[in-house]
């Protein structure tokens, strides 16, 4: 299996443009994550899916801010408008049987969003 | 706000020497901990997974877990160049994963 595949790698945009980052979780998997990383706040969950339907989206910092996951193979982040503080590395995992004890998440290589 | 503590470092360590990552959590109902590696521009990696108190040993790596103190640790035993990296904790808590702000390690030759 290739692992979680997101796109793009990096992207750079213009304060108030929309940009939406993809995943690709590990085929068989349930359960989706999707986490935000910088230097003053570490590794955040933003949302999480089960079965393509969102469970807790908490994390989410504010409306600006949606995820879908139409499908078991695919999910988006999209932040309209976007904002300089929103410049991260986003990160999307997937586990299957999340709920139980034994079980890991895998992460993707990451998305680094740089807002000019 | 369950917390996830870890000293930020960085923790410089001879080559050969045993390194020593401490975290100390809030939530009593956690039941998961595990330890990732981190690379500079990577993604977190899983490296040890513990569910029950007491020592759990994979190849140089030892994972240390006491709940009545709410501590989890990591020893790395004979310490290479290639440890060098940020190593985060993360606590299950129900199904949800929270995450130290991570330990930098320095093993130096």
């Known amino acids: 299996d290739a692992g979680v595949i997101q796109s793009p790698r990096h992207e750079v945009t213009e304060m108030g443009q929309e940009v939406t980052l993809r995943c690709k979780p590990i085929s068989g998997h349930d359960y989706l994550f999707w986490y935000r990383q910088t230097m003053m706040r570490g590794l955040e969950l933003l949302i999480y899916f089960n079965n393509n339907v969102p469970i807790d989206d908490s994390g989410m910092p504010e409306d600006r801010f949606s995820a879908k996951m139409p499908n078991a193979s695919f999910s988006t982040l999209k932040i309209q408008p976007s904002e300089p503080r929103d410049s991260a590395v986003y990160f999307c995992a997937s586990s299957s049987g999340w709920g139980g004890m034994n079980t890991e998440a895998f992460f993707g290589q990451g998305t680094r969003l740089t807002v000019v | 706000q369950k917390e996830v503590e870890q000293n930020s470092g960085p923790l410089s360590v001879p080559e050969g020497a045993i390194a020593s990552l401490n975290c100390t959590y809030s939530?009593?109902?956690?039941?998961?901990f595990f330890w990732y590696r981190q690379y500079s521009g990577k993604s977190p990696e899983l490296i040890m997974s513990i569910y029950s108190n007491g020592d759990k040993e994979d190849g140089r790596f030892t994972a240390q877990l006491n709940k009545a103190s709410q501590y989890v640790s990591l020893l790395i035993r004979d310490s290479q160049p290639s440890d060098s990296a940020t190593y985060l904790c993360a606590v299950k808590a129900g199904n949800m994963l929270t995450f130290g702000g991570g330990t930098r390690l320095m093993v130096k030759p």
């Open positions: 939530d009593r109902g956690s039941q998961s």
